[in-house]
């Protein structure tokens, strides 16, 4: 552990995430609203401590920076992000307390878009602003982020990627760090620009359109809105944020690829395949049920809400467009289902992703194939590459892990008293970044009324999924802090 | 630029380590799992598994006809990956290609290189024989490397306590000793190093790395280790293998009366060597076998090189050999980290193929205009470049002084007409002198700036 190096890097993102309050800061000055204080202040705040922090750390050297402090640079750079971002809620009032404060900033931060706040559009523009804006940056990742702007973070950067990018296996598109960093960002704000467009195209205000495009593109889920994107009653809104989150959900590297004229490259992708039928097969069957159950009477219907609310969960966005409550159990079960699935590799989504479980689906086919002719040599292979034995092993560890943050965490939701299926839901869709849950949690309400210490929980529970796992553990093994 | 490295081994991790940490692109193709995994882990590159020699790969690798690849590195242990990877990169329109050459038969012309299509095809071994004799034959040099196609090179040598030198400026050398064609380019004191100054004055236990003509050199340890230079009368080695082989066979050839005997433990190879050597007294038997070792007389031995496949080994049997009175004993060591030990351990020199190899390859990608060859000595952070001055050049017609040459930036010898001299402040630089130049390795490119090279 190289201290100083860690609080070096650490003085550098809060800086940045100081910065970013400008933006809000902006909305709320030509509002005129009652949050320029809050944000000015804020700004203040973390530019005193990003001071601080780099006086301690300004001798270090980037190139020192190691495997372990690649892991704890990440996660602490994430936990003091959230704590910067959630001095505006918590000056402004938006929030009663510092722990609900906290909790909307790591939701946003990590793109899960599960809100303490009730009455969303009470609040002033700058701190709905605020909200959106922390889950754009943290969707492609501040780390990434400042790795794309600040060139001089080098070889060390790759630590920090490897510990910041979702995905079994980190894809480079580029031999540099920093230019593959650069691109990932390039896509994001491309594909960003665009939905921007088109939503205004349809009739939402610049504000509307900027704050669910980010909501959309870093598969958050907060929407400036009571009632999220169902709220606009259009279809044109809802078919065009489904075709956002699906792209956001995709990994960026094939993005990149299309962009650059291979298009062949979603095509090509095994894990894009699946994600695809997956989505689409999910899709059908939610909006057949739907239609024999009455619940929609066109196939139209059935189906732009089905696909909504498919895609917005396994992309873990997190937005709504109808109560599913109310849906028949097959959809409602299906969908707590999809919140484990999760995204691919390289999104900005959550959850366990696409490639890991077919990875593990393949382990158990050559397993199967290996009993059956035990002299079979059998590899399993995902996109026409080996998985070796490593790669299944990390694997299959990340999943028993995540079961059992699952699991151990609805045990504490449930000791705090709260029922099965709200501990179930609010514990999944923590984990896997997606926001709203079923029961207490369920869409059309928020996590407002979870008792202090479950929020403390569910927002480590928000970080330990954003950052898959691993990065977050290890903080807690004694051996990290070891010189 | 984007470089394409063939091969993760020693040679092919520090060559892609430097040229990714100077800002380049580079992806490094290696087939072995954990070498590849290593690469991928510690640098800032893209790997690619395979092997180098398939089309399949190399396209994987970037290397498709019409690509933007501008060189292409193959230094694997194998001839055939790296000659055919390196056909297929210049097939596919890739600028320059540089590959390793194990088999020394490759370059032994130069026409092998030219037919194959290759830019460069380097053999460390054959360099690293070359500075092997040079290490024997100028005894108390501790490091050195050829220049001009070996008329000159550089040295370093041990300020003795009792040397004459201790004490005196490096620009009342000149005056001292009218007769020596010599510079020191370069002087490490207690660890750290430096690009001298006219007023420095040379300490005792100093390493002076000095710049001289080869006729020069031995006289040079006279007045640095105020001993006598004695010619060389028998010299052992240890290890029969590639690198061993070539040092016995150019020690026969260079000279006439020396006792040279090789020892190695496997009984075949010792009947091939035999046969294929002349003059030299193939033993069979244990490199840690004092008894072989007395009687062969290793009180006696000028030299002893250690040159088996084994890194330690090398090392333990260069310390033993000087326990038992040796006088200078001589490791061939691969890996970079044990080229450090000669600080802690009794050994004379340390001499390293991989790093040779690689600095020979990293020069070329740097400078691939320069004119000249390059060198280096591993262990300082400093280069060697040889230029010819062409006749456009800014810095025709003008003194060494008046070039305005930042510190660390040294014109150390200049080649006119087959003269070599070295140059003072008054010197006129003229079209087609061939210069050599040191500095450090970061003001490199501006020296080839200042001399209007490139």
């Known amino acids: 552990m190289h201290f100083r190096l860690v609080a070096k890097v650490l003085s550098l993102l809060s800086g940045i995430v100081s910065l970013s309050m400008i933006w809000p800061l902006a909305w709320s000055l030509y509002d005129g609203s009652g949050d320029v204080k809050p944000f000015l202040f804020s700004i203040m705040m973390g530019g005193v401590l990003s001071g601080g922090l780099y006086l301690v750390g300004r001798k270090a050297d980037y190139e020192d920076l190691g495997v372990k402090d690649g892991f704890v640079v990440v996660s602490l750079s994430w936990i003091i992000a959230s704590v910067v971002g959630a001095l505006p809620y918590y000056l402004h009032g938006a929030v009663p307390t510092f722990a609900d404060a906290f909790f909307e900033a790591m939701s946003g931060f990590t793109t899960t878009g599960a809100s303490v706040i009730s009455d969303i559009e009470a609040n002033p523009r700058g701190i709905l602003f605020w909200r959106d804006l922390t889950h754009w940056l943290g969707g492609m990742g501040i780390i990434v982020l ?278 179930l839901s609010s514990v999944a869709a923590t984990l896997g970044n997606i926001g709203p849950g079923l029961g207490g949690v369920g869409p059309m309400r928020n996590y407002a009324d979870i008792p202090q210490t479950g929020k403390w929980v569910l927002s480590l529970l928000m970080l330990m999924g954003r950052l898959e796992l691993y990065t977050v553990v290890v903080l807690f093994v004694p051996e990290t802090w070891r010189r | 630029m984007k470089i394409v490295v063939v091969g993760g081994g020693e040679v092919g991790y520090s060559v892609a380590e430097t040229l990714s940490e100077e800002g380049h692109d580079v992806t490094v193709v290696e087939e072995d799992e954990e070498r590849a995994a290593r690469v991928d882990n510690e640098l800032d590159v893209i790997t690619v598994k395979g092997n180098g020699a398939r089309p399949q790969v190399l396209e994987e690798a970037g290397i498709v006809p019409g690509c933007d690849v501008d060189i292409l590195v193959a230094c694997t242990d194998h001839d055939e990956v790296n000659i055919l990877a390196c056909w297929i990169a210049k097939r596919a329109g890739v600028k320059r290609v540089i590959s390793r050459a194990r088999g020394l038969e490759f370059t032994d012309s130069p026409t092998w290189a030219k037919d194959l299509g290759i830019d460069v095809m380097n053999s460390p071994e054959r360099s690293v024989a070359r500075e092997i004799l040079e290490l024997l034959f100028v005894n108390s040099a501790v490091h050195t490397a050829e220049l001009l196609d070996g008329r000159s090179g550089i040295y370093a040598f041990r300020v003795a306590q009792n040397s004459s030198l201790v004490g005196v400026a490096l620009k009342e050398l000149r005056t001292l000793y009218p007769h020596f064609i010599a510079i020191i380019v370069y002087i490490e004191r207690n660890g750290t190093g430096y690009i001298p100054y006219g007023d420095m004055r040379i300490e005792a236990g100093d390493l002076c790395y000095i710049v001289t003509s080869r006729e020069q050199a031995w006289k040079m340890e006279e007045i640095y280790q105020m001993k006598k230079s004695r010619p060389l009368k028998r010299v052992i080695i240890i290890g029969g293998g590639k690198l061993g082989f070539q040092v016995a066979w150019k020690l026969e050839n260079q000279f006439r009366n020396l006792d040279i005997r090789l020892i190695d433990h496997n009984r075949e190879k010792c009947e091939r060597i035999a046969a294929e050597l002349k003059r030299t007294l193939v033993l069979c038997g244990d490199g840690a076998d004092e008894n072989l070792l007395r009687q062969e007389g290793i009180e006696e031995a000028d030299g002893l090189v250690c040159a088996t496949e084994s890194d330690e080994t090398n090392l333990l049997f260069s310390v033993i050999g000087k326990a038992l009175g040796a006088r200078k004993t001589i490791a061939v060591v691969r890996r970079k980290i044990y080229m450090k030990l000669d600080n802690y351990m009794s050994v004379d020199s340390i001499v390293n193929p991989n790093s040779a190899l690689a600095s020979v390859i990293l020069r070329y990608a740097r400078y691939p205009t320069g004119s000249g060859v390059l060198s280096i000595i591993e262990k300082i952070d400093a280069e060697m470049l040889e230029v010819a001055i062409p006749e456009r050049s800014p810095a025709v017609g003008r003194t060494i002084m008046s070039l305005g040459l930042p510190k660390g930036i040294l014109v150390a010898l200049i080649v006119r007409r087959g003269e070599v001299f070295v140059p003072v402040g008054a010197t006129v630089l003229q079209a087609g002198d061939k210069v050599i130049v040191f500095a450090t390795s970061d003001l490199m490119p501006e020296a080839v700036e200042y001399l209007g090279v490139n």
């Open chain 1, 146 to 423: 400042s790795l794309a702007i600040l060139p001089f973070i080098g070889v060390g950067g790759m630590q920090l990627y490897k510990a910041e990018v979702p995905g079994p296996i980190p894809e480079k598109m580029t031999p540099r760090i920093q230019q593959t960093a650069l691109y990932l960002w390039g896509v994001y704000v491309l594909l960003s620009g665009a939905e921007t467009l088109l939503l205004m195209f349809g009739g939402m205000n610049l504000f509307e359109a900027l704050t669910h495009t980010f909501g959309t593109m870093a598969t958050g889920g907060f929407s400036p809105l009571n009632k999220s994107v169902g709220q606009y009653n259009s279809a044109y809104f809802d078919w065009v944020i489904t075709l956002f989150m699906f792209l956001a959900g995709a990994n960026f590297a094939l993005h990149y690829r299309f962009i650059m004229g291979r298009f062949s490259a979603f095509h090509r992708d095994e894990e894009f395949r699946f994600y695809t039928g997956v989505v689409l097969f999910c899709t059908v069957t939610v909006a057949g049920v739907l239609l024999l159950h009455g619940t929609y009477d066109t196939v139209a219907d059935a189906l732009r809400f089905g696909a909504f609310q498919v895609v917005s969960i396994i992309t873990t966005t997190g937005y709504v467009t109808a109560d599913y409550e109310l849906w028949p159990s097959y959809t409602q079960f299906l969908l707590l289902l999809l919140m484990f699935v999760g995204a691919c590799a390289g999104s900005t989504g959550g959850g366990i992703k696409n490639l890991r479980l077919m990875v593990l689906a393949r382990h158990v086919k050559a397993e199967l194939s290996s009993i059956l002719h035990p002299r079979a040599i059998v590899q399993v292979k995902v996109g026409g590459k080996v998985a070796g034995k490593d790669i299944i092993a990390s694997v299959t560890s990340f999943f028993i892990l995540y079961m059992a943050l699952f699991t151990a965490g609805t045990l504490f939701m449930a000791a705090l008293g709260l029922d099965i299926l709200t501990s």
